[in-house]
């Protein structure tokens, strides 16, 4: 399984991005997916999540400005993110719950990353 994550990039605050995340290889099905993002020398934390019936969650620093979203036929996670801010700049990542064969056992997928960039 691959998560390839992308439109990251340079925003002005204030500005929109974004953010796609699309799952492929041995997939059986998707539970919970999501997105964290780690910022340089801090921690990695949870920026959104978006379960298999829709139930979203949000970091508090993000509610009110970014939208969390799938498309099950494509196996895809998108972060839709307005009034951008400096303190999101970060790498974001794309993070997903699959079962891969139908055994009913899920495991978490991680992708690479994408930068956001917030800066005028």
């Known amino acids: 399984v691959q998560l390839q994550a992308s439109g990251g990039g340079l925003v002005q605050p204030g500005g929109s991005l974004r953010l796609s995340c699309a799952a492929s290889g041995a997939i059986f099905s998707i539970n919970a997916m999501g997105w964290y993002r780690q910022a340089p020398g801090k921690r990695r934390e949870l920026v959104a999540t978006i379960n298999g019936g829709g139930g979203t969650y949000y970091a508090d620093s993000v509610k009110g400005r970014f939208i969390i979203s799938r498309d099950n036929a494509k196996n895809t996670v998108y972060l839709q993110m307005k009034s951008l801010k400096p303190e999101d700049t970060a790498v974001y990542f794309c993070?997903?719950?699959?079962?891969?064969?139908?055994?009913?056992?899920?495991?978490?997928?991680w992708g690479k990353g994408t930068q956001v960039t917030v800066s005028s």
């Open positions: 993070n997903a719950a699959i079962d891969q064969y139908g055994s009913g056992s899920y495991r978490d997928f």
